[in-house]
């Protein structure tokens, strides 16, 4: 593949594939829904032109690590059935002229809880499996129904892909390769993209056809059940301009005081590790200083010397625990906590606005 | 977007077919989500160089009194035609509606569409197919919806179904009488951010448009908003100067829309107004100290530190810095309470 050389730099998406995913995610919430993504690669920059949805199957968790609610759809991408019916579908697929090419995945989200363990498990089996050059897609429902549609696409670092390998998350390993938090996923700037027929309906969608100039309303009855009091139009979405604050606040904060908590775990594992280190370390300390001792005294009796490395095999050091828990837990608290700033710097502006609205006087002074 | 055609519906007998084969012909609404129009329409931009229309499946979900058809899905479906032959893949049809019942079992199929909007023999033939025993909808009328997709015309949306005519069963099976049925597209809460993104793109030179964050989002809800104030006002300057006609519903309208603004005393903004800008800034100011503290824990856990000892140490103040931190989210948790009550009150 001569095309590898250029990295992935963008990717655009299909209005059809926004609708489709919006569509499989809000019948789905707040359960997980995850599909499949065809498209093309042109010149880096990946062109989603279609999606279909993965069936949901009973799985056995063949995932390594503890999941602590095994959801079949989260993990649905990788599971065997669904490559088996997502090649029958891209199959199918190619027989209408659609882009035949799997270029990864999406899913669903609440809130941009998407940092976890499924996420990087499917994307890192993309990636291997199937093919390089793939990406998943994040559509993130609650935050859609606040106003602006939140849909991003990630993929994973190369870097991040060499140590989930050979899974080496240790303190160690993570010195050496100096991998962060920060350097899991790689985002993918996201852009809408309209066919030209889509874009004409949608312009025809807008304005219904307006060829003469409309005559007064008679009455306040008839304006208000005019054609144009509709509640369906398209481009101005004023759900951006309403005032709920709480809700938000406090799904945040308790994302955030799950995330603390698992934290905290976590720091708890690894301080257990270093105190049972540490007392095997003196243990073994002892050991050996007893097994100096014997044999000085061995020594001195001419008798013949006991070999001191025994030690490796009466004790057993404990294993570190992986470290890759505690890096997606801080990545996903930078999530929370960079979508709690750019909430707050949009509601701020509307709180004042709404203040200065409200209280003539003061914003005169 | 409801098309503005009436609809008469009249009942009529029905042609020679045996008792009970018959689908019911009774009026229904037919509901589109923009996601199936969209897809049709890709679809006939997919289409062979030489094909007229192309046609698909439509999948979607039946009331129980079965007059309102709600279509959310289709898929393409290969066929060729000839003047004198149409042929449909039947095969990839079943298979392909297999496939979508797997990952969607609550839809069903409920019709067909075709992307010109004209309806011939052949459209009977399929109308049939589609409406019949067994594979089809039967005893539900089969939905066929035609989108045209000529370049330089209008999107044309209609919807039909069809009743059977001729005076021969052999007449019949390849001819069908098209009713017009109502349709109006209709799409959720959730759907309207996405279609606002999409309609973001349609003055573009690129047909391209990128997402918007929170606070651009918030700035173009705004600028609509001083536009229509703007259009409204211009409005109400021009009927005072006499120059536009004047109408006491607009008027009436216009004063219900400003009656709207409450009224409540300056303190009791300030005071709520103070709550809330607090808890934003705290939840805000909290969650970043604990991005903060998160990241410096995980940066001492894998420094280059000597070993053990000092590392533990690090841990260990850390954690407290954290318990610091949940108390004040404790805290904090409680003056939001408090702020939601008195909002209440």
Known sequence: ?365 | MTESDSFLHLARPLGPVAVGSAPTTAPLNVVIHPQALFSILDHSLRRNADQERVIGTLLGIRSEDGTEVEIRTTFAVGHTETTDQVEVDMEYQKQMLALHLKANPKEVLVGWYATSSELNTFSALIQNFYSGQGDGTFPHPAVHLTVSTEPGKDVETRAYISAPVGVTAERAADSAAFIPVPYEIRYGETEKSGLESIAAARDAESRAATIFTDIEALERAVEEVLGMIDRVSRYVESVIDEEAPASTALGQFLLNALALAPKVEPADIERDFNNHIQDILVVSYLANTIRTQMELSNRLATAQLTLGGESGNAESGQRGGQRGGKGGRGGQQRTQDRSGEEARA
């Open chain 1, 1 to 365: 593949m001569a095309e590898k050389e250029i990295p992935l730099t963008a990717v655009k998406v299909d209005a059809l594939v926004v609708m489709k995913i919006i569509k499989h995610s809000s019948q789905a919430f707040p359960t997980t829904a995850t599909g499949s993504i065809v498209g093309m690669d042109v010149d880096g920059d990946l062109e989603i032109t279609n999606s279909f949805p993965f069936p949901v199957v009973e799985m056995p968790a063949e995932s390594h690590f503890d999941n602590t609610a095994p959801n079949p759809a989260a993990a649905a991408p990788r599971a065997k059935a669904n490559v088996a019916y997502q090649t029958e579908m891209i199959r199918m697929l190619r027989e209408v002229n659609v882009d035949a090419n799997n270029v990864g995945w999406y899913t669903s989200a609440n809130m941009g809880n998407f940092f976890n363990m499924n996420v990087i498990e499917n994307q890192f089996f993309y990636q291997k499996e199937m093919n390089e050059r793939t990406v998943a897609v994040v559509h993130d429902v609650s935050r859609s129904a606040q106003g602006s549609v939140s849909l991003r696409a990630f993929r994973l670092s190369s870097k991040f892909m060499a140590a989930f390998k050979e899974n080496k998350f240790t303190s160690e390993e993570l010195q050496k390769s100096n991998l962060r938090h920060q350097d899991i996923f790689v985002e993918l700037p996201v852009e809408i993209h309209n066919s030209h027929l889509i874009n004409s309906f949608i312009h025809q969608l807008q304005c219904p056809n307006q060829s003469s100039p409309t005559d007064l309303p008679p009455s306040l009855a008839a304006l208000e059940k005019g054609p144009f009091v509709k509640e369906n139009v398209l481009a101005p979405n004023y759900d951006n301009l309403s005032l709920s604050i709480d809700p938000f606040l406090e799904k945040n904060c308790d994302l955030l005081l799950d995330s603390i908590e698992t934290h905290h775990t976590e720091t708890n594992n690894f301080q257990y590790y270093q105190r049972s280190l540490a007392r095997e370390q003196s243990k073994i300390t002892a050991w050996q200083a007893k097994r100096k001792a014997e044999n000085a005294s061995r020594a001195t009796l001419k008798q013949p010397l006991l070999p001191e490395d025994e030690w490796q095999r009466l004790f057993k050091l404990p294993q570190e625990p992986s470290r890759l828990e505690t890096m997606l837990n801080t990545r996903q608290v930078e999530q929370y906590s960079r979508q709690v700033d750019s909430f707050v710097s949009a509601t701020t502006s509307k709180m004042f606005a709404v203040k200065g609205n409200l209280l003539p006087g003061e914003t005169a002074k």
